[in-house]
């Protein structure tokens, strides 16, 4: 009886604590023992050696016989599906919605009608316009997609963290999309929309005037997705018993507050940690701080529509807080991240399409289109039109129906009848009492391819977003218009936008040629009605009018030094806890320093990977030796200039005044700059924290 050759060799070797055993080439092997067990194939046989492909000899050729190996590889080459047209980088988390009152006087949806009802809950944030493998900080919209396993089904709210969008017709999609994407001949830039084609589009689309606003805003670049709105954007309908319709519109509100942060710390930030905001949702989650929003509605009739200024139809138009004040109806906790990024995350499919009975549809046109995309969408992304028997994105409650068969089918109907009527006595059969009835709107009109010119107005919500807001945001916005333009390569363009910033407001469009360096101004572009400049400012619109004037849920960076004062440090620690944020340390080494007293403080940064963009405020406790030394390191220094220029409120030690110096930055410079040689300093600086930023200081550092 023929042997077979000794196929793989049992020597041990110890790499550290890791004991393995060595093959013979050297290479290592870990082996099944106690309760580890045994690796398979998919098919669940054992396998014994997941190092070497067969082959006829050591130094042979392979083996087509080698099912294992090519197994192992056929599932590797076929591991990716299509990335999402749009809003490819993603991340997602579970959580639930949790209902305060019954809204039964407004709707039928079974979520509504009991308070304190839990409705299990899956949300995914996103960029739109990047790659799934691009950077957190890009200027873009955010989708904030919410899919509530409710007890009549799914309902998708798919929203985005700006309330309007850049046009008005969803035959105008692709066009958008493609504009602001990477250019096709030359596939750049990614994820940004500073280039010709986006601006040449926009500049030719007065429709997205008021959604430019929005996007060349500070909500553009939100510090943490946790501290973002979301909007389902169109006005839908709210349907009761009585079929009786009440227009609505979603708003989701942080528990944490609104917060960005400045573009030149987005820039460093994409560099440092381009998965700033999938980090911060992990950390933030594991630990057990849980984001919370509260779901607002914006409740309004036929006669308020009539009345209002703008067409409620109209997706690049707002309601403002003030005139229709919105309504708190529930919260949306999240507190459990995805086991698996691919299953959960990246399988989940949104359709703006699923809602519950009692929840319907408005006739705004970029609806009505994306009713139609999102199915066909998930199809090509997914595969197959069983994409529903993936877990995430099947319904929790109970479902019966005859669709069948088709690729990769998991929940197959059992018994005979597949189809209905029948005459077996079998299920499932449709319900007018607890089925979905659309709202009976009386519809007649000629078929026509037309724009209302109730939708013609495209300045004047621009230009109230614009005045609505603060003095350094509206800096920030004349910045970021700068920015984006600066990298259009034909000076058309650029003028060309000019001439509707103009329409939106003269000293913005003033204040961007300027920084451009167009001479002669352009003339306002010619606007389809005349923009109107008696709209009240809405407060509601600003970030920094709306601050949380709470720290909680922030993070402060504590640069430290050997003989760094570990008392104050503890103090600093323990300040922080008690309001709710986060203390994270950064050394020299990442091993960490010997304080003052001879205890170690461990580092959870080195001063390379910890830059102060990481942070929302940052703490110098550091020895004056160790100060000298740092001062000597760039990293160091830049540490201490970002913080000071991205306006952060800085608190330091005595012995820190040579590395503020070296790095260009006056102890005393304002009050932003607070000593903690004590500790009351602390609950001084924590205070100040609350604030979050410091902008008065934006002028002297000209960020
Ligand atoms: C108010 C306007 C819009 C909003 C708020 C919005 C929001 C979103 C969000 C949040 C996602 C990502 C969902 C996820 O996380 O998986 C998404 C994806 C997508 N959207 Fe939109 N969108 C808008 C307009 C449109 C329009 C007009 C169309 C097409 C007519 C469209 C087509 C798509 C497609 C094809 C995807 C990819 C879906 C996937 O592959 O899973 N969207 N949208």
Known sequence: MARSARQSPGETATIHEQKLTRGSGGELHQLAQGDIPVLTTAQGGPVSDDQNTLKIGARGPALMEDFFFREKIFHFDHERIPERVVHARGYGAHGFFETYESLAAYTRADIFQRAGEKTPAFVRFSTVAGSKGSFDLARDVRGFAVKLYTQEGNWDIVGNNMPVFFIQDAIKFPDMVHAVKEEPDRAFPQAQSAHDNFWDFISLTPESMHMIMWLMSDRAIPRSFRFMQGFGVHTFRLVNAKDESTFVKFIWKPKLGMQSVAWNEAVKINGADPDFHRRDLWDAIQSGNFPEWELNLQLFDQDFADGFDFDILDPTKIIPEEVLAPIPVGRLVLDRMPDNFFAETEQVAFMTQNVPPGVDFSNDPLLQGRNFSYLDTQLKRLGSPNFTHIPINAPKCPFHHFQQDGHMAMRNPVGRANYQPNSWGEGPRESPQQGFRSFADAEEGQKVRLRPESFADHYSQARQFFLSQTAPEQRHIVMALTFELSKCENPAIRARMVSHLLNVDQTLGEAVADKLGIGKLPKPADAAVPPRDDLPASPALSIIENGPESFAGRKVGVLVSPGADAGLLRELQAAIDKEGAVMEVIAPRVGGVE???????????????????????????????????????????????????????????????????????????????????????????????????????????KL
């Open 595 to 701: 304080a003052s007293d001879g205890s170690w403080i461990e580092g959870k940064h080195m001063i390379d990977g910890g830059p102060s963009v990481l942070f929302d405020a940052v703490a110098l406790l550091v020895s004056e030796e160790g100060a000298e030394r740092l001062a000597g390191e760039a990293t160091a220094r830049d540490f201490v200039a970002d913080a000071f220029a991205h306006c952060k409120f800085i608190a330091f030690s005595a012995g820190a005044v040579p590395l503020l110096q070296k790095a260009g930055v006056d102890p005393k410079a304002d009050e932003g700059m607070i000593v903690i040689d004590e500790p009351e300093a602390v609950s001084t600086y924590i205070e100040s924290c609350r604030k979050l930023r410091l902008w008065s200081r934006e002028m002297a550092v």
